[in-house]
């Protein structure tokens, strides 16, 4: 079994879309989580962290569900600037392993 | 702009070339690492230097070395790489994993290997 689960996509949503992504992590013993971005041939940048109580950043939320293992990322008012591939990344901030999902592939459109 | 640095921005070798790729960060961070990323791929792990020690080797062939000559730099020397082995290698550092920090990658190293 994959320590995460990621949809993988792909999404296509118009302008001004809500879209939302979900991770599932494996290991209860979790204890950080990333939504990372990545544009095509660019490196992952760090989107959010996910903390317990939720986390908002102008259009964007990440929520985290312990008790269900997994993390959620919504996008609200979606814009073209939006399209890219979406990673969640967990890690249980012991011997520097970080765990990726697959991505999510976002794609925009006008 | 990227706190960790990587050179170079793309190569091209053949099979029997020798090359190095190279980072480098000045956050202070203890622990490194290189990804190998593959097109529509997730990165995955190949190398974690912690304190300047290899801790962990996924397994990686041994045409890939990986070296920390000290806290802020780290090497992967590249050596009868085969075809592939073409993907954009990146680099990443982080606090040590007790703090809880994320990771920072560098823009990558593309690499064909011809």
């Known amino acids: 079994r994959k320590e995460v689960e990621q949809d993988p996509g792909p999404f296509n949503v118009p302008e001004g879309a809500t879209v939302a992504f979900n991770c599932t992590y494996s290991?209860?013993?979790?204890?950080?989580f990333f939504w990372y971005r990545q544009d095509c041939r660019k490196e992952p940048k760090l989107l959010m962290s996910?903390?317990?109580s939720g986390n908002e950043d102008g259009r964007f939320t990440a929520q985290l569900n312990r008790a269900s293992q997994y993390i959620s990322l919504l996008i609200r008012d979606s814009k073209l600037s939006d399209s890219a591939t979406y990673l969640c990344v967990v890690t249980p901030n012991t011997g520097n392993q970080f765990y990726f999902g697959t991505g999510t592939s976002l794609t925009v459109i006008p | 702009d990227t706190e960790v640095t990587q050179t170079p921005k793309h190569l091209v070798m053949g099979m029997t070339n020798k090359k190095s790729l190279k980072c480098e960060q000045h956050?202070?961070?203890?622990?490194m690492y290189w990804y190998k990323q593959k097109a529509k791929k997730p990165p995955e792990l190949m190398f974690v230097y912690s304190y300047e020690k290899l801790s962990i080797n996924e397994s990686v062939p041994s045409r890939f070395s990986p070296e920390c000559p000290n806290s802020s730099l780290l090497n992967l020397h590249l050596h009868a790489l085969q075809p592939e082995d073409s993907a954009l290698y990146l680099c990443?550092?982080?606090?040590?994993?007790?703090?809880?920090?994320?990771?920072?990658f560098g823009e990558g190293s593309r690499l064909t290997v011809l």
């Open positions: 290991n209860s013993a979790s204890q950080s």
């Open positions: 990443a550092s982080s606090q040590e994993a007790t703090h809880g920090g994320e990771l920072f």
């Open positions: 956050m202070g961070h203890r622990a």
């Open positions: 996910v903390y317990s």
